[in-house]
């Protein structure tokens, strides 16, 4: 298995743009997390999802967030309008219903709104 | 809202040295993992503890559970400088069906050759 594909790797986009990440997941895995890391705040929930539903999204720090999961190996988290403050790297994990199983990440997004 | 502290924040060391890193929170887990993350690249997972008082070994690296199952350590013997990185604790929800970890805020150790 290729592991979780994030897409793409870079983004630097300009304040008030849209901006689309991507994530595939491990085929099997029926757990799909999004997380921001940061040096001030480390790595935050944002979202997650079970069978394609979203299950918590307490997370997500404002509307200009959203996140859909339309099939089981295909996830987006949404940026509309962005703003510097969103800069971070965005990282999308996948997991099992085994507790202990643990989570794989990819390798993240890196964006940066100037 | 479950918490986890880890300590110390930063850690740099020579080759050869030992260190020990810890994980702690006032909260139950049912189970508590480590992760490793070099840069540009997402965490990967080290070791899952399940049991109180569970010690695990991973060549040089050796991890516990406390018997409460509220705190963790890992401790490096010998360190070399491809262990530097981000070490992440997380724990697993002691009830309940939630299934998100909670993430502690990270040790970042250099090792110095």
């Known amino acids: 298995d290729a592991g979780v594909i994030q897409s793409p790797r870079h983004e630097v986009t300009e304040m008030g743009q849209e901006v689309t990440l991507r994530c595939k997941p491990i085929s099997g895995h029926d757990y799909l997390f999004w997380y921001r890391q940061t040096m001030m705040r480390g790595l935050e929930l944002l979202i997650y999802?079970?069978?394609?539903?979203?299950?918590?999204d307490s997370g997500m720090p404002e509307d200009r967030f959203s996140a859909k999961m339309p099939n089981a190996s295909f996830s987006t988290l949404k940026i509309q309008p962005s703003e510097p403050r969103d800069s971070a790297v965005y990282f999308c994990?996948?997991?099992?219903?085994?507790?202990?199983?643990?989570?794989?990440f990819g390798s993240g997004t890196r964006l940066t709104v100037v | 809202t479950q918490l986890l502290e880890q300590s110390p924040q930063f850690l740099s060391i020579q080759e050869g040295e030992n260190l020990t890193v810890y994980c702690n929170s006032s909260s139950v887990f049912s189970s508590l993992q480590w992760y490793r993350q070099e840069p540009g690249e997402g965490p990967v997972l080290l070791v899952t503890v399940v049991t109180g008082g569970e010690v695990k070994k991973l060549k040089r690296l050796t991890f516990q559970f406390g018997d409460a199952r509220k705190d963790s350590s890992l401790h490096i013997t010998a360190a070399q400088p491809g262990d530097t990185g981000l070490y992440l604790c997380a724990g697993a929800p002691g009830s309940g069906s939630a299934r998100q970890l909670t993430f502690g805020s990270g040790t970042q150790l250099t090792v110095l050759p």
């Open positions: 994990a996948s997991s099992t219903q085994t507790v202990n199983y643990g989570y794989t």
């Open positions: 999802f079970n069978n394609n539903v979203p299950i918590d």
